[in-house]
């Protein structure tokens, strides 16, 4: 077995200490194998119900413990990002799992500049530290288009239990996700299935998405946590007008994902968690599974295309 073209064969609790910081992908193969499918993964993404996206529970203790310890150094897991771990406009140097994303231009900003962490001044890190200032012309809300030193794309550290072959991705940006300007749930349909059910989408794939309605046959994979359909937080489906309207929030954000991670050799499921499962609701982020394509799926697209 291989795993982005190195071997996995030789790995074992002999060979790969077992750690307390973020773990290593050698890590997560030997102690914290994939719960779920890529099928799976899917299908929770499209079920409605983002809660249902779960970390290893052994993995989650191992992030509570190291947490407590970010917490005591930091003042809290918000001000730890902000003063270390994001880097505005740059590659992600610090996470010890690496995309095999290409990189255009590694750690160039938008001004054409190059920066490294060593070159940040250095701050006591339990001084707050704010968001940096937003240039004039920001726009209010995410474009696929906006400036890179507006946006922070790393590894997840603490990914979900996803398969081998899949890379958990977050993307950070300096402005919200959503217009502020949207009226309060109590008065827009819209704005309450935002607020309740999060974003999500699929690039690159070659059919349609998992159907929610397939969902109790993936529930086994989630017995461990006690999740039942009746225990499901999502809201009813709507009508086709309204459907289209919830999409075209995430309209931006999936044009990104598009650009960033290409079609042809990439098959995507991102969302943007609700409020009420996010972890550091301070700091606006979107979670990107992202799974490279065989040769054989880039072949047989390229053939069905040139049929067409």
Known sequence: MTVNGQPTTELSPETVPLGTGPPTREELLVYYPAKFTWKQLKTFVNSGDLGLLKRDRTLQKRYDAWSERIKEKYGSIGNYLLNYRLQWGQTDSISVLKSSVEEDSANVG?????????????????????????????????????????????????????????????????VPFLPPDLPPPSESRITARLYQDGLWGFTGSESPPPSPSTLPECLPALAEWGVTMDKLVRSPRGTEEEEREVRKYGAELETFVKRRWNEREWETAWFVNPPRLQSVPELTHAHVFARRKTPEEIARAEINTSQH
Request: net charge negative; aromatic share 8%; charged share 20%.
């Open 110 to 174: 938008a001004n054409g500049t190059t920066s490294s962490p060593e070159q940040q001044p250095v701050l006591d890190p339990k001084v707050p530290r704010k968001l940096p200032p937003l240039p004039p012309d920001a726009p209010p809300y995410f474009k696929a288009d906006m400036p890179a030193e507006l946006i922070s794309i790393t590894m997840n550290d603490w990914p979900y239990s996803v398969p081998p072959e899949v890379e958990h991705s977050l993307i950070w940006s300096r």
